[in-house]
């Protein structure tokens, strides 16, 4: 563990070697690595995204939300509903520079209606109305059959295409989706981290530490919590139309509570309060299950295992451990 | 107007089912303030224990009295070893982690044990019949399950408001430090309310077995059931588990009757309204 | 030990980041992702070239979750065939990998890549529920990968959302239930009452059922569609459908619905008041068991029955019996006859499984006799050409069987909504 720390240590302080080494390997994946462990990246990277989102509400400023699979899903819904090929939907357009914009305001007015009414309230209460939320736009997804596809969810989503109408470019391969997920992640990352360092980034972190503290410094707490609550949202949204574009499918699955469930356990797994904690917590939720489904049928024991494990000795998650051995060393 | 009626039964004897099982949450959320998303397992835990148990020892009635006590022990077992480094108000995502991770065990263990047909618990013989109301039947069985439901909300609300147990609980005692000072063996009391809880989880689970079989992914349908009724109710408070049930098991029954569309949407759809109207329940006497 | 907040440990660290220093944190999370993933690319170490490989059949099924039984069956019927052509086709032997889809489109979709595109599988196979065979519709025809589909009847596969790579060995939603109606109405009562769960195959089922039933001038007092996968308790549904006093009900349920539903109905006495006539798969062997004497006397319609009278169904009904130590079932027939269309593609190419140009062509009209009777696989619809029957779950020797009560004839998907 000590060499871990170590390693930790030098990455921080060989910043420009690392980023290289990480921009050519992500770039040239796919020259070296299969198809199929193309779409594990595809994958990870899109529920790294929604990870993160979540993360920015639990570990930056102290929300739990259960919920959270409400945007995911609501993501892949509108996108599946205005670009896909199916009798019951609009298939206006597939282009982005279109449909981007609309996943944006369609997830942020959804997450702005439900942050206000959700952030009256706190801590477990929170959880529970988050919770409810997300299940009250599942049971829409499932039985308002005419418009979501009922159980069955919106097929025939295609992939995005640029159109700049002289010139448009479809991201139709494996590879060039791969890609413009790179793409999404690196832009999302970039963001979040100017957020996450920015004053308003700085007052979530004051109003995880101490809410009223923050409020008798003058700070209009809830502006900024739905603040925070809509760029959550939104984030995931982005995922959630990701995810819809993958696989050609919007399903009602991406907004049961247990998805809420998963996408949490990552963001705890990994670590709150980090930008790369949910990303190893999304590696270790998708990647380690498919792997043991194929050799055991008992892979969700171990994979509760792993959670009581994880709750019992490492309750800061994979990062909590990392950071304390580096804690160590100085 | 008949069918009314029978559906205000069938509403009832859902309720009576959706108590039993809310009691036992009510009890484990509202005391000890824990996150418990094990609670579904409990109550499915609880119907295939009682399969195996009526065939080993085949008596139905006997197995009724014992799988809930062994539910329970196994509840406490695990409180004891495990959930009571959990406590505390910041650690509700810990829990979470950690009894979903009880979930899934519990999940698998089943398949392993009891395969992945359907299965079925028979009512006992003496309860496998039906009476007749307004010209049509209506199995016996359902109406025991309203009398199982009064008399244990009779037991509990004994033991809420006439024994030295219940005067703790009913002070709203949820701290463990502060408590602890006062010389009350707070450990004690959460490991037997978890015990309690998932006791009644588990005869739950056998009581309502007979009316919709169990089945993978019964045990999260329950669970956020069981949440909306706690919720809608209030935590820790008996009565308003009783009420709370009530409420839920009306709109779930009369939605599925008249609004089969917006059935579940409604239940939801009210746990938030109270959630965000009234959040320490709509029918428990704590205010804000 | 006394937990502290999260705070304390990881904010000092994050404070003393500047940009440049959190973007290498990001990257260091993409090395370990790269990294693990490159470990699993490299841990496939297989070459699947030449023709001594064997033939790689991929089979995605529900393994866990509501209809996990069926899956079972499917998985018991493919490999009793295999088994009996000595796992071996085309000249070329026969390996299977399963894969477990717990009925959920998003599994299903790893589990489609990391068959095809991992195990390199050579055809796909599979496939219950209707809602994870239309979210893997894209990929098995954007892929330009061979399924025989082993039972999700969603009608759409046939019709608007039909693939030249996706043939079905079962049936289509439409298929036993627009014979039915005719019949039902002939026989049974011209009003009724209709129940199934609310997903695209409960609808399918419905439509087709009412399309001939009031094309013969029946008439339909009220249609409810129940929660899905589960419908929880169905008392107050049971309730419902007394309330409309219908002199017949038609529904259609699977697995466990099937046995709460069936079960309640007779709790309540509807059994005895109201003829059920219903989709098979309500009654069917791997059901019946659990209902019990609840399911007595009710007729369904289905492109099979355990007591259908044929030398081909004799045969398999007791060599499964002798397998598996159970009844069969209708899925372990689609099972079954998914290895016998697979065999006969192997042996048409003679195991050359890159032409799948020919494979395809193999399949068009192509005639074997099944436990169910003599089937066509219709070029149209992709859907077997089939007997229908009316069956009726009796008693003998102490058991519940299905047995045949009326051969309706043959039946092909139309191919398109025109008939419901």
Redo the contacts between chains.
């Keep these: 563990m000590k060499k871990m720390g170590n390693v930790y240590a030098w990455i921080l302080s060989h910043n420009v070697h690392v980023l290289a080494i990480l921009f050519i390997l992500a770039i040239g994946a796919p020259l070296w690595v299969t198809t199929y462990t193309i779409s594990l990246l595809i994958e990870v990277l899109i529920f790294s995204i929604f990870a993160i989102s979540l993360d920015l509400l639990v570990g930056y400023t102290g929300l739990p939300s259960f919920g959270h699979a409400a945007f995911f899903g609501l993501g892949a819904y509108i996108i599946a509903y205005i670009s896909g090929d199916n009798e019951l939907t609009l298939g206006l357009t597939k282009n982005i520079l279109l449909t981007l914009p609309i996943v944006i305001v369609g997830t942020g007015l959804m997450a702005l209606l439900l942050g206000i009414l959700s952030l009256r309230s706190d801590g477990v209460y929170f959880l529970m109305i988050t919770l409810a939320f997300a299940q009250m736009l599942f049971s829409i997804a499932m039985r308002w059959s005419a418009i979501t596809g009922g159980s069955d969810g919106l097929i025939g989503v295609p992939r995005p295409e640029i159109d700049l109408g002289l010139w448009n470019y479809t991201f139709e391969s494996r590879t060039a989706f791969y890609y413009f997920v790179v793409i999404i992640f690196a832009a999302i990352l970039f963001v979040l981290h100017h957020i996450v360092n920015s004053p308003f980034g700085l007052a979530l972190k004051g109003i995880k530490s101490n809410q009223s503290r923050m409020k008798s410094l003058g700070y209009n707490t809830l502006y900024y919590k739905i603040g925070a609550f809509v760029i959550a949202g939104v984030i995931a949204g982005v995922s959630g139309m990701l995810l819809a574009q993958f696989y050609w499918h919007a399903s009602p699955e991406n907004l049961y509570w247990t998805m809420s469930g998963q996408v949490l356990i990552m963001v705890i797994l990994g670590g709150v309060g980090t930008l790369i904690g949910p990303i190893i917590g999304a590696i270790l939720m998708r990647v380690l299950p498919n792997i043991m489904s194929t050799h055991t049928h008992n892979w969700q024991s171990y994979m509760g295992l792993i959670l009581i494990v994880f709750v019992l000795c490492a309750p800061n998650g994979i990062m909590g451990i990392l950071s304390k051995r580096r804690n160590k060393d100085l | 107007m008949n069918e009314m009626i029978v559906q205000s039964i069938n509403s009832i004897v859902f309720s009576m089912l959706l108590f039993i099982m809310a009691a036992g949450l009510s009890l484990i959320f509202g005391h000890t303030n824990f996150i418990n998303l094990a609670h579904g397992s409990f109550y499915v835990l609880g119907g295939y224990i009682g399969i195996t148990a009526i065939n080993q020892i085949g008596n139905y009635w006997l197995a009724l009295l014992l799988v809930p006590i062994l539910v329970g022990l196994l509840g406490a077992t695990i409180e004891y070893l495990f959930l009571r480094r959990l406590y505390g108000k910041h650690r509700h995502l810990e829990q979470v982690l950690f009894t979903m991770g009880l979930a899934l065990i519990t999940t698998d263990i089943i398949r392993l044990n009891w395969g992945t047909y359907v299965v079925n618990i028979e009512p006992p013989i003496l309860l496998d019949a039906s009476i007749t109301l307004f010209d049509a039947q209506f199995p016996l069985y359902r109406i025991a399950i309203i009398a199982a439901g009064l008399t244990i909300a009779g037991l509990l609300w004994i033991l809420i408001q006439r024994t030295r147990l219940g005067t703790i609980l009913r002070a709203g005692v949820s701290d463990i430090d502060l408590v602890s000072e006062t010389g009350i063996n707070i450990q004690v009391i959460f490991t037997g309310i978890f015990a309690l809880g998932t006791a009644l989880a588990a005869l739950a689970g056998i009581i309502g077995a007979p009316l919709h079989g169990l089945y993978p992914g019964l045990q999260f349908e329950i669970l956020v059931l069981t949440l909306a009724v706690v919720i809608v109710g209030g935590l820790g408070d008996l009565k308003g588990a009783f009420l709370g049930s009530i409420l839920i098991g009306t709109v779930d029954t009369f939605g599925k009757a008249l609004l089969p569309e917006i059935s579940l949407f409604l239940i939801f759809a009210l746990m938030a309204i109270v959630l965000l109207v009234k959040p320490s329940g709509l029918f428990s006497a704590r205010g804000e | 030990m006394k ?1 502290n ?3 304390s ?3 000092p ?2 404070r003393s ?1 500047s ?16 990294g ?3 470990a ?2 490299c841990s ?1 170490g297989n070459d699947v070239s030449g023709t001594d490989s064997p033939i790689r059949i991929g089979v995605l099924l529900p ?4 209809y ?2 069926l899956g ?1 069956s499917i998985a018991s019927g493919l490999e009793m065939y295999l088994d009996e052509i000595g796992n071996q086709a085309g000249g070329r032997n026969i390996q299977i990998i399963a ?2 889809t717990e009925m ?3 599994i299903a ?2 589990k489609i ?2 068959l095809v ?2 195990d390199e599988v050579d055809i796909v196979a599979g496939i219950v529920s ?2 994870v065979l ?2 893997l ?3 098995f025809h ?1 892929n330009k990968k061979i399924l025989i589909c082993a039972n999700a009847g ?1 009608n759409k596969i046939s019709r ?2 039909k693939s030249p790579y996706i043939w079905r060995s079962s049936f289509s939603n439409w298929q036993p239930n627009w014979p039915l109606g005719l019949w039902a109405y002939k026989n049974v009562a011209s009003k009724v009452f209709m129940s199934a769960p ?3 195959a409960g ?1 399918n089922m419905v439509n087709a059922f009412s399309h001939s039933f009031q094309s013969a001038g029946g008439m339909i007092l009220g249609k ?14 049971i ?2 459908i ?2 409309s006093r219908p002199p017949m009900v038609f529904c259609f349920y699977s ?2 619905a099937a ?2 539903f069936v ?2 109905y007779n ?3 509807l059994t005895k008041e109201i003829p059920l006539v219903c989709s098979g798969f309500t009654v069917e062997e ?2 019946l068991p ?1 209902q019990g004497s609840a399911a007595v006397g009710a007729r369904s319609g289905l492109h099979w029955a355990l007591l259908l009278d044929n030398p081909t169904n004799r045969q398999f009904t007791t060599a499964y019996k002798d397998r598996t130590n159970t009844d069969a079932n209708v899925f372990a027939v689609q099972g079954y006859d998914t290895g016998k269309i697979i065999s006969h593609m192997l042996n048409e190419v003679q195991g050359d499984t890159s032409n799948t140009g020919k494979m395809l062509e193999s399949l068009h009209q192509l005639s074997f006799a099944s436990p169910r009777g003599p089937v066509i696989l219709d070029s149209k619809s992709q859907n077997p050409t089939q007997h229908i029957y009316v069956r009726e779950v009796k008693e003998i020797d102490g058991q519940l069987h299905n047995a045949v009560v009326e051969d309706l004839g043959e039946f092909t998907d139309p191919g398109d909504d025109s008939l419901g």
Excluded: C, W
């Design positions: 937990h907040s999260n705070t440990l990881t904010y660290i994050i980041y940009r440049r220093k959190l973007l290498k944190i990001a990257g260091a999370g993409a090395v370990a992702y790269a693990s993933t490159l699993t690319a496939i393994y866990t979750g509501i996990a039984a079972d894969e477990d959920k489109p998003n979709q790893q890549r990391k595109e991992q209707t809602g239309y979210g519709r894209e990929y954007n969603g608007d959302m609310d997903y695209g609808h409810q569609f129940t929660p899905f996968p589960s419908m929880g308790d169905p008392a107050p549904f309730t419902e007394r309330k697995g466990s046995v709460a079960k309640a709790e309540f006495g791997d059901v659990a």
